[in-house]
């Protein structure tokens, strides 16, 4: 029996695309080039790339020109939002690339997951990447063990590079440097040195609706009248949400002020942002640009927030839910059970009309709050009637007002504010020089929330005793322009003058934003 005879027949080393068959002769090559900042210098890096790449590429006889792709001015730790470098690997995959040449593993990823997850995904289709810094061909025995090793440094790379940037951002915070996106922050433009400064019709805008807010106006209220009016967000959109006015009544930067970090970066790879509740420090730049809205009236602003979401009422306490539709919603209350009123259609003896009713009676009938219905002709009467026994008090009506007029701020109050102020400075400057030695802050962190409570607790005193004076100054100014007048119910000016009317069994109480009560 004749032995066996075994000829080896070497493997031909081939080099593309599984769907690239045998007539295909010349190799299908593209390249992929990116730059990740867009400053002028690395604009001109991407340009050399791709002229270099075109050039590399065509003038080889054995290679077919497949194209460039090219992402400019986008990160390399993450492959989600490069458009060109998904659109490659789609090419590849439909057959279409049989080599991709690339600078190196930086400019390919910095990621070392993705950076691999993408070679062996090419590698399946018999697709190559050619390093050209690292001169590593991911089809050579040695590729995958060097590309691991080399993804993994440029990881590092873009980790340490994260750091820097986060060393560098935290170092202008301490400057008090404030850094705004103001393409779409209304009322702010930057100048020609980055310095935020008032666009004018914005800022009409802004404190259109801290007037109307603080007026009475609900967030939905104000957001269809601008609509109405066809004024657009600072995002160029038709659409107001509630969300985003809602917003612009909590931005400190409308009084001057800027809170810095209010987020930061929990993973340099995802670029992931999460809200920044004492996980890193904060910093609170007072006066750091010109105001649209004086700071008193931002506090009036936050107090009016925290009451419209904490309405409480009737015996029980329960939570009512704030509403403007009407002028007198919310601020109606039973002089029984303390609840609000409400305005309802009722049924009586088959013809319908409008009347208001105390909530917890609606709700838990007569046995719980026996008070009355009141019938809405009767509630608005009540209110006109105490409106003009107002007016017709004249000169000596202005006379009481003007006596309750409290000084905006006294003396004691302003020594203890700049007192406080001071202290945070102190503290702060501490707080300051222990992170930079990279000792524990965390007992001067709570010192500073304490004095900035405080401090803030003072202001909001202040706010409070400076609105009451504009109150009662715009209730003497209504009462000169309207002497003697008998005036017809009328929903924006009981908004503007009236703070809540209480229903009793026989008779209204009235009171106005001055703090005069008028019982009718």
């Given at each position: 029996m ?23 002769k ?123 090793i ?49 666009v004018?019709e914005?800022a ?52 001057g ?14 670029k ?62 039973c ?58 008090g ?5 006379r ?28 702060q ?83 106005f ?8």
């Amino acid at each position: 029996m004749a032995g066996k005879n075994i000829t080896v027949i070497p493997a031909r080393k081939r080099v593309g695309s599984t769907a690239a068959k045998e007539k295909i002769k010349k190799l299908r090559v593209a390249a992929y080039c990116r730059v990740s900042t867009e400053t002028e210098e690395q604009n001109l890096s991407y340009e050399v790339q791709v002229a270099h790449y075109t050039e590399y590429i065509k003038k080889n006889t054995e290679w077919e020109f497949a194209g460039i792709f090219a992402d400019d001015g986008i990160s390399g730790t993450n492959t989600k939002k490069r458009e060109e470098f998904n659109r490659m690997i789609e090419e590849c995959m439909e057959g279409n690339i049989d080599l991709v040449i690339t600078k190196s593993i930086s400019r390919f990823a910095r990621n070392t997951l993705d950076c691999l997850k993408y070679i062996r995904q090419l590698k399946e289709k018999n697709i190559a990447v050619y390093f050209e810094k690292e001169n590593i061909n991911t089809m050579d025995a040695k590729g995958e063990v060097l590309l691991t090793i080399m993804a993994s440094l440029a990881q590092q790379e873009s980790q340490s590079l994260s750091q820097n940037v986060k060393l560098g951002l935290q170092y202008r915070y301490q400057q008090g440097k404030v850094q705004v996106n103001h393409n779409r922050f209304m009322g702010y433009t930057k100048d020609e040195e980055g310095n935020l400064i008032i666009v004018p019709e914005e800022a009409e805008i802004i404190k259109r609706i801290y007037r109307e807010y603080l007026e009475g106006k609900s967030l939905v209220g104000i957001g269809r009248d601008l609509e109405k009016d066809g004024i657009l967000t600072a995002a160029g959109k038709p659409r107001w949400r509630p969300e985003t006015i809602k917003k612009i009544l909590l931005n400190e930067k409308y009084i001057g002020d800027a809170l810095l970090q209010k987020t930061f970066t929990v993973d340099f790879l995802t670029k992931k942002r999460v809200k920044n509740e004492g996980h890193v420090p904060q910093y609170y730049v007072e006066n750091s640009h010109e105001a649209i809205i004086p700071k008193e009236l931002f506090l009036q602003a936050q107090e009016e927030l925290h009451r419209r979401s904490n309405i409480y009422t009737g015996a029980d306490k329960n939570k009512r839910i704030y509403s403007s539709k009407y002028a007198l919603s919310t601020i109606t209350f039973c002089g029984d059970c303390g609840d609000i009123y409400r305005r309802v259609y009722w049924n009586i003896h088959g013809r319908k009309e409008f009347v208001w009713r105390c909530v917890t009676r609606i709700e838990q009938g007569p046995e719980v709050c026996k008070n009355r219905t009141v019938k809405e002709t009767e509630l608005y009467d009540a209110v006109m009637t105490a409106i003009n026994r107002l007016l017709a008090g004249g000169d000596n009506m202005i006379r009481i007002l003007e006596e309750n007029i409290y000084a905006v701020i006294g003396d004691t109050t302003e020594y203890k504010i700049s007192e406080i102020n001071t202290l945070l400075e102190e503290k702060q400057k501490e707080v300051i020089n222990l992170a930079n030695k990279g000792k524990d802050y965390d007992f001067l962190a709570d010192e500073i929330d304490k004095l900035r409570e405080k401090r803030q607790t003072l202001l909001v005193e202040d706010a409070s005793l400076s609105g009451e004076n504009e109150r009662i100054n715009e209730l003497i100014d209504f009462i000169r322009n309207n002497k003697y007048r008998t005036l017809l119910y009328d929903d924006t000016l009981v908004r503007k003058i009236i703070q809540n009317v209480t229903v009793y069994d026989d008779h209204f109480v009235i009171c106005f934003k001055s703090g005069i009560e008028i019982e009718v």
